[in-house]
């Protein structure tokens, strides 16, 4: 990595998208590169689809490129990066419901191929683990999106409450009472199912 | 006395300790003596670390080739625009009759090669699969790019590639699975002599935006 590339991945997303406010498109690279794969794991758990969900994403940093003078440094830029990416979502999941989906996979089309990255490093990726990760998506998909959207982002994305409730501009007490339903929702959907103990 | 219910609500504090002491006191003894919410704080906890624990997706190795694709196709259209703009202003006549004479020859030097077909009711348009395009090299269909397209026809059925570019997945969402074998070309200069297309097969060209479409038929053809 040449030293001036080195000096930009060290900045912050603020100082990037300033940069890039300045007609640095290089800053606008990392910022992508950043942010692709995170906004598209928020994305495919929110929606259950991965050619939906990189559509949104695809949309979300177009829009940051062409609007980059609408962020202003009052908020956190993950913030209004994951508001962009969380209503293109919403405004999916409502489009589906109006259309017919064609599944990609129905055509036998694998020219895209998706990396899954297994966390589980040190254990086999099995059958059970597998399944286990369907089920668990199917049950997150079954849930309302007010309580979806806060599961996806704090115990998938990992955000904090705080900007959970900027994102959704909700407060932090609804953003914790959301939370906690979600989880019980999930609970009582998998309440039949052995999932792998921690 | 707090239930069972009133207890539930402080899980998630719990769970992520953040809950105050007082509470955080209360709920433990709770818990020592409620089996039912033991083990829902339990399952709790279970599905907090495996939604944590989730394989993490990533974007297909195609992402960055097709957005900075859409950025450079935004750029090059705000470019046009500001170069007929300020013409326009200038002397709006002049630019009509330049376009318009432009387009006469454009269509002049392609009619000898070309027949030209309109389309007629009667011709059901279907879309077709492009996995050989995806297989290929070629596996965006960049905006303003032309795709020729040869297909096999059935009972004088076409079937055309109809897409949207600014989307590439909602594009690929649109094909369909059909028996028709296809050919694609990526640029004009391949395309293929039309009078040594075999019979009963058909070339189209397609251009993103409707105004510019051409169904484009080799005269000889029955379909």
Redesign the interface.
């Known amino acids: 990595m040449s030293k001036y590339a080195k000096l930009q991945s060290d900045l912050s997303d603020e100082e990037l998208i300033q940069r890039f406010q300045n007609d640095d498109y290089s800053a606008y690279e990392i910022i992508?590169s950043r942010y692709?794969?995170?906004l598209?794991?928020f994305a495919?758990?929110f929606l259950g689809n991965?050619?939906?969900?990189?559509?949104i994403?695809?949309e979300t940093?177009?829009r940051l490129?062409?609007n980059k003078h609408a962020y202003r440094q009052i908020a956190k830029f993950s913030t209004w990066i994951y508001t962009i990416a969380g209503n293109l979502a919403k405004t999916e999941l409502r489009k589906r419901k109006r259309r017919k989906?064609?599944?990609?996979s129905?055509?036998?089309?694998d020219?895209?191929?998706?990396?899954?990255?297994?966390?589980?490093a040190t254990t086999d990726?099995d059958a059970n683990t597998a399944l286990?990760?369907k089920i668990?998506?199917k049950a997150i998909d079954e849930l309302p999106p007010r309580f979806k959207q806060v599961?996806v982002l704090r115990?998938?994305q990992?955000l904090s409450y705080e900007e959970i409730g900027s994102i959704l501009h909700i407060p932090l007490g609804t953003v914790?009472?959301r939370?906690?339903r979600a989880?019980?929702k999930?609970?009582s959907k998998?309440?039949d199912i052995k999932?792998?103990?921690? | 006395m707090k239930e069972c219910d009133d207890y539930n609500k402080l899980f998630s504090d719990y769970l992520e300790k953040t809950l105050d002491e007082k509470n955080r006191q209360s709920l433990q003894k709770h818990l020592a003596s409620c089996a039912a919410c033991k083990a829902k704080i339990d399952d709790l906890r279970n599905i907090k670390h495996i939604l944590s624990d989730l394989p993490r997706i990533k974007t297909s190795r195609y992402f960055d080739q097709v957005l900075y694709s859409r950025i450079r196709q935004e750029k090059r259209a705000k470019q046009t625009q500001r170069w007929i703009f300020p013409f326009f202003e200038l002397n709006w006549k002049t630019t009509v009759y330049a376009v318009a004479a432009v387009a006469l020859v454009f269509l002049g030097a392609f009619w000898q090669r070309l027949s030209y077909t309109s389309m007629n009711n009667q011709l059901r348009i279907n879309q077709i699969a492009v996995e050989q395009v995806l297989q290929g090299e070629m596996n965006y269909i960049d905006p303003g790019y032309m795709i020729f397209v040869r297909v096999d026809s059935a009972k004088s059925t076409y079937r055309i590639i109809n897409y949207t570019t600014l989307d590439y997945a909602e594009t690929m969402k649109a094909f369909q699975n059909t028996r028709a074998t296809s050919t694609v070309y990526s640029d004009e200069s391949e395309l293929p002599n039309l009078k040594e297309a075999p019979q009963n097969e058909g070339v189209l060209v397609l251009k993103e935006k409707q105004s510019e479409r051409q169904q484009i038929k080799n005269a000889e053809y029955n379909f």
């Open positions: 992508v692709k794969d995170q598209l794991n495919y758990r991965v050619e939906e969900a990189e559509d994403v695809q940093l177009l490129y062409r989906v064609v599944s990609i129905d055509i036998g089309f020219d895209k191929e998706y990396e899954i990255e297994d966390q589980l990726k286990t990760e668990i998506q599961i115990d998938i990992e914790k009472s939370v906690n989880r019980l999930l609970q998998l309440k999932l792998p103990a921690f």
